[in-house]
């Protein structure tokens, strides 16, 4: 069918806006238009908003009590017929929006057609898109909470775990396991903070907006704000049914905490890599190969590094959408959906994965303290020394340690197996003492400094963060 004319219905135009035509859409624009195949996702936010609605419209004297009771009881009863699969939602009726009032027209009649005074369905539908918006950054907040839990609680039988610190990827110095565990809780907090910021800047209200211009009814905005939980009514009606800031910011939001997701999944991947083998991986987050029997693949670190791509994707997808769009409404914003789903989605089911392998990890701590003691890890220990005993300017320290550094691998030992004769042919100031600090434990012992990866101050920052972020609880 070429032309895609709807055979089946040329002269049904729609029964909700199509008063002022004569013929039915084609079966393409139907395809086109319709969104109820990923809107159907607002119902129940779509239902509070309508409720919230109807009961002012009472209030104010817009609608009869009896009409506006009969619409309430409809809307539960659609709300109970989504809810129990028992809804038929209809391309033919586009969106949410529609089918929930077209369902309500069937069980009610003529008191439905009231429902949609002094509203359209774009101040709707932002309304409805930001109240579920709010919801999901509610839940992904626990998820974020639960993501920092088991890292502490790792962090917590780990604190004096010590495994290799690195910069460029090259052993640079001992760190703690549980230091570097709580870099990624102070990441999270940040995020939790950035969900926080943009629940609070999008709880400002549409509702009452109008198509574009406001209303001439006396609505009262403020009512509907507060029985939707809003700070206040949004303050510009072109503004409001155009503006899609809190579904960009919240994918922002979630292209960050990806990033922080991905970067964990990468050290992982990593770690569980056989040249490293410091961790393990869990059964239950591994899987095995169709050919290679001995393979023991992070395939869930693997998967929540690459659905980050994805995530950054629907950012740029959607501020492509919005860049280009005159005020106020335009059919664009109806794509401002599926993005937002799909990261919501796909960030939950990261962070539920993640903070899984968290709570199953397994260090192995022999193979970490061997990888921490090479490529002479301990090298600035000799140069704080050097500082600390001998009053050397830094730059001067840094210099002598690199000829020892130089030594050592000279006579192929670490700095630790050095003779004192042999510090001495570089710096006759050196004693014995330098030897005091050149063992692992001593040296991550040593660093004390507010922030420092010393297992004391762990084991403190591990409580301040149960304090900072879980409130005490687990
Ligand atoms: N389904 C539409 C959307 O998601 C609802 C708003 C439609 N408004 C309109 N004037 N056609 O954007």
Redesign the pocket.
Known sequence: MASGRNTKGESQASSI?GGRFEAGPSQIMEEINA?IDF?RRLYRQDIAASKAHCEMLVRQGIIAPEDGDAILGGLDQVLSEIENGDFEFKATL?????NVEGRLAELIGEAAGRLHTAR???D??ATD?KLWVRDTIDQLDGGLRSFQSALITAAEAHAATIMPGYTHLQTAQPVTVGHHLLAYVEMAGRDRSRFGDCRARLNENPLGSG?LAGTSLPIDRQATSEALGFDRPAANSLDAVSDRDFAIEFLAAAAITATHLSRLAEEMVIWASEPFRIITLSDAFSTGSSMLPQKRNPDAAELVRAKTGRIFGTLMGLLTVMKGLPLA?S?D??E??QPVFETADALNLCLAAMTGMIADLRVDEDRMRVAAAAGGSNAVDVADWLVKNLDMPFREAHHATGNLVKLAEKKSCPLEDLELADFHSIEPGITDDIYSVLGLEESVASRVSYGGTAPANVAGACAEARRRFLDGGG
Do not use: G, L, P, T
């Open positions: 806006w969104s809107d586009e969106d949410i929006h529609m359209s369905r774009n709707q539908v898109f198509a409404y059919k914003m109806q401002d959906k």
